[in-house]
């Protein structure tokens, strides 16, 4: 059996992510190739983060460069162009329409096999009357958001703690009786699904077992090469209740088992969809290689099979926002930067909006990264470019480890 190298590893599975091609050598981004993006990678996820644009944008940037963020935003709300929807995969996430059909377990499953809290909320009869009333109200209304509905109840905490319409509003999108219809100040909006859902969508509500299927083969193609349970990773299923459905399609040569050189330099056996096996001869000959030097969100879903990133490219991709300031090694959000097949460094941006200029709280380059003048180049092209998405015109490194790196970066600018 062939044993991959390492470069070989990596070129797939950046190519499978849409990660290899030179920033700035394709055609302009349309709201066509923003679809073949969302399409290509299964779905994006959806983050309420915002130091710079928030995630799902910057994971299409990370693939097209600079594009205009409304066009996203049309895929999913605009009627006339709507070929992507909000919903549950790799949890909350954009997602295409073509793969409606596969929610729908889901959504039945939560319906009628409602969680304990939900049994308890609707207990209360002022909870159960709030269901009907609610959807009612946005047939004769239209589409609304939480804070259409009034609320006169006691004073709530947390950001979970919603209050009663938000929560039954939650309740009937998860049931699919509602879609969300645009957003407003990244607020929901909710209408009827009948009102949303284009009629050329497939509605042919498939078993759970034909959807984990279906979700563990898009995520095997997704990731390129991976080990055989990362593939359910990518949508967020249970290892536990999928290992036997991985362990058939392994069995029916839907994934190929290969042996491939890791970064830890050991042979490991990890699978390839068969759909992917011409890309894998491809990259083999040179006819694919990674040329890409981007940078990605700590949500990108070249993450999501669990231990890749080390696995891979020996780089731990850390989201540090959820801790206390002293316990953070990196920084609040860290975006990590992809130079051809390698993860070379991360930095922790804040974008000051109306200033017009990009923070760099902190900015890193990996051990026994060397900051050439190749690696310079490219990520003053890339940073250009991302300073262009952001709307920036100024740069400011606050903190770089090595020095020099910053002090290169801003020379190069």
Not at 147 to 155: N, Q, S
């Amino acid at each position: 059996m062939t044993t991959y190298p390492l470069t070989a590893v990596r070129s797939l599975a950046l190519h499978a992510q849409g990660l290899t091609t030179p920033l700035g050598t394709g055609a302009l981004p349309t709201l066509a190739s923003i679809n073949e993006i969302v399409e290509r990678v299964g779905c994006v996820q959806i983050d309420t983060l915002h130091m710079v644009r928030r995630s799902h944008y910057v994971v299409v940037w990370s693939r097209l460069g600079s594009y205009d963020p409304a066009d996203f935003d049309r895929l999913v709300y605009d009627a006339e162009s709507r070929l992507l929807f909000e919903g549950w995969q790799h949890v909350a996430s954009i997602i295409p329409l073509r793969d409606y059909r596969y929610q729908m377990p889901l959504n039945d499953h939560l319906r009628h096999e409602p969680s304990d809290w939900f049994k308890q909320w609707l207990a209360q009869e002022v909870n159960s009357e709030l269901l009907p009333s609610v959807l009612e109200r946005i047939r004769r209304e239209g589409a609304l958001r939480a804070a259409d509905f009034e609320y006169h109840g006691p004073r709530r905490g947390s950001w979970w703690d919603w209050k009663p319409a938000k929560t039954a509003l939650e309740f009937l999108y998860s049931f699919g009786d509602l879609m969300i219809a645009d957003r407003k100040n990244f607020q929901r909006v909710y209408d009827l699904t009948e009102r949303i859902l284009p009629q050329w969508v497939d509605t042919r509500k498939p078993t759970s077992e034909e959807r984990d299927r279906f979700w563990i083969e898009q995520g095997a193609r997704a990731l390129g090469m991976c080990q055989p349970m990362q593939a359910a990773d990518y949508s967020y299923r249970k290892r536990t209740q999928v290992k036997s459905l991985v362990e058939a399609l392994m069995a029916e040569g839907v994934l190929v088992l290969v042996e491939a050189t890791l970064a830890d330099g050991k042979t490991h056996s990890l699978v390839v969809h068969r759909d992917n096996l011409e890309l894998l001869q491809q990259v083999v000959e040179g006819g694919i290689r990674a040329e890409r030097t981007t940078f990605l969100s700590p949500f990108d879903s070249l993450f999501w099979g669990r231990g890749r990133d080390e696995q891979f490219w020996g780089f731990r991709n850390l989201l540090e926002a959820y801790k206390r300031a002293p316990d953070r090694v990196w920084g609040y959000y860290c975006l990590p930067i992809l130079h051809r097949d390698r993860l070379v460094g991360r930095f922790d941006p804040k974008l000051e909006r109306r200033a017009g200029l990009l923070r760099l709280k902190a900015l890193y380059l990996e051990e026994g990264i060397a900051a050439d003048e190749e690696l310079m180049a490219d990520v003053a092209t890339a940073m250009r470019d991302f300073l262009a998405f952001h709307g920036a015109k100024e740069l400011v490194v606050e903190k770089s480890q090595p020095e020099e790196f910053g002090v290169k970066l801003l020379k190069a600018l």
